[in-house]
């Protein structure tokens, strides 16, 4: 057995990657993963792929083996980037993953480290504190007011005060006092556990309450992209019979053999113009490419669909301290009625955890030490008993035994504190006018009391039954942000308001809230108000009320509640252990990564790594740029996919014969090359549009394909079938030969204007050459510009053109192709330019 200073030393790096290899991973179940072969099975049976298949098998049953041959490499193309993007897909899942996993701080080397709880071995020592979700079992080696909450495993919802493994007496209680178990949650105080069990071994793993990770709901967005993939599937059925009948009598010269296998050639070439297979990528990959841009931003997805739900947010309840303010605690102000400074700062020393973790009382002893009283001085006397904090009680104590006798320490909120002390209704009238005082000029404040007991029985059970003298009143400073002010413009104009909640006085937080330029800074409701309203009556208070205070965490749930209840989307960020409930019932939940608890972290949709105020609002712009261009996306799969069908549609009904159609399959699977990139990688990297941050908040029951960006993307695909199909039929009936020639300008058309529409409908509002500007540094952006140039290039000018069907143009041809298509996308200009007017 290891003395007590190896223990308390931890493992080194070298004895924990031993153990690991001994025990394992901390994982209740192993993680299963899809193998490489079932995630191209699962690709290829997309009905897209079958049809291409199904199209190059008739070509070789046509006794056309390189036509074939040439499908079927084009098929193994589209596959290839499917499968790699499903590929980095699941690698910045992973990622985000690897991020969001639950993390615990241990002793390795001799200092404190933040390992992933899956990392955790025998032997360990892990440190645990309020909001921690225990990882594994273990010894509880030394604690400071540790409770721990272990329903989970026994049923007992009352929490369990734990003491060290030195001071347990010899019980043959199976949940032991002096131990800590993995799944049970952390309600109050700190301690060390020196890790005994992981993983299956622990009592969790052995009764089995690991659940199986419920199966994935499809979110609003795959639902609407389902249904219209299966719309335009059911579509493309009815015109695939269609064509396949004219096609039929168009060719009566031919076999009916080859008839038959003509017209289902020409129907497939329909279908497959005609399903908008993209969807579920582009769904995929922006929400998955977004989640992963947002995290680079500090801000942390945890289920992706969050990222849709950010461009609705309208209402964003944000805490006060260290969110808007900067968590910068410092003692500003101290008053004693008394004058007596030292006695009061002495005695909120002693009020004071020895070990503490709080911002306010980590500012206090260091007010302590800077006025010479140490921590030495102050905890080297030994603590008879302590009255723990409670949000119901809102104050705490310590009971010390002192060279000159017994000491009962106490602080708390000055109108807790107050009632419990004794004082002359001048005094307490003094007293409230200088908290009132304090509280305007953005202070919070502490009141500071003390007893003195004659002997250990004179000392009250519970805090409320003491009765103290005041010593005073502590004003601690936390300032706001210096860009909240800004970040509070913003939202005012983006149509979120915001709304403060705050444990603090209501004085402090009006004072704060008019310094920062938020509306409403006057009303406020606290939480004694909230506890007398009814839910109707805060249902209408809430329309002009955005400051809460001295609002406990179970207050939260009933304020969104209120808020959802009048039509809000609602963001709420939560840090405490009680806040996880309300977090999970509004519409965003954001968890603090630094200062909030593992089970705040575990409930909510975001979690904010820096607990910075500016970094929500980057998060609200951001999720609003996300579904801006997954919108844009879906537009433009319906508009580069108009003429595509359209021309399929239109060369069987007008007579022309199937070797001289504009687009064989083979052209379509080509087009396909080039539509799946653009849609997937070009429209996601688009930048946010310069008024995103002016529009009102989305409303969530809009489709994503609503009616006026259908209208938009038919209109705008019909000018490029007009502009394609046209020019294709005008060469092809002046000169009948000609077919290779006009296919080659129709098709040449449709990849230029497939260019020129991503710069087109990159924005609603700012023109073409602005987004150009924007993205001007975006080697991305310049590759697939480049290669759809480059793949024109060597489809005409190459022996592939002859495999394609297809002939080399003339530079007059090239150029001219590239000015039709032109006209054909950039008539959209007008119409924003038309707009700009308008909004003027």
Known sequence: MTNKRQVMAGLTSVEAKRLQQQYGKNEFTPQKKDSFIRKVLHIICEPMFLLLIVAAIIYFILGEPRDGAIMLIFVIGIISIDVIQEWKTDKTLNALKDLSAPHITVIRDDKETVIASTDLVPGDLMMIYEGVKIPADGIVVKCNDLCVEESSLTGEAEGVWKITSGNADSSNDYWR???????????????????????????????????????NEPSPLQKQTGKLVKTCAGIAGILFALVGVFTYFNIPDHTFADRVVESILSGITLAMAMIPEEFPVILTVFLSMGAWRLAKKQSLVRKLPAVETLGSVSVLCVDKTGTITMNQMAVQEVWSPDGNENTLIETMGLACESDAYDPMEKAMLAYCDNHGISKEDLFSSELISEYAFTNELKMMGHVWHRKNGIVIAAKGSPERILSICNLSDKDREITEQKVAEMSKEGLRVIAVAMALPESEENIPSSITECRLNLCGLIGLSDPPRESVKSDIAVCSKAGIRVVMITGDNGITASSIARKIGMEHS?????????????????????KSVSIFSRVVPEHKMRIVKAFKENGEIVAMTGDGVNDAPALKYADIGIAMGKRGSEVSREAADLILMDDNFTTIIETVKDGRRIYDNIRKAVGYVFTIHIPIAFTSLLGPILGIAPAALMLLPLHVVLLELLIDPTCSIVLERQPAETDIMERRPRNPKDKLLNTRTLLKSVIQGLVVFAASFGTYYTVLCDDPASA?????????IIMFSNLFLVQVNSSD?????????????????????????????????????GFLKLAPLTAGQFFGSAGIAAVAVFWYEIVKLIKRFRKK
């Open 177 to 215: 006092k002096d131990y800590c178990y993995a799944g049970t949650l952390v309600i109050q105080g700190t301690g060390t556990i020196l890790v005994d069990k992981i993983g299956a071994e622990t009592e969790y793993g052995k009764i089995g309450m690991n659940v199986a990770a419920a199966p």
């Open 522 to 542: 006057d009303n406020i409701i606290t939480g004694d108000m909230l506890n007398e309203m009814s839910d109707n009556e805060l249902r209408e208070a809430v």
């Open 740 to 748: 290779t020639i006009a296919r080659a300008m129709g098709l040449a």
């Open 765 to 801: 509002y700012d023109f073409a050459v602005q987004s150009i500007i924007r993205l001007s540094k975006d080697r991305v952006m310049w590759a697939v510009n480049i290669g759809t140039l480059l793949m024109l290039a060597i489809i005409l000018y190459t022996p592939l053109s």
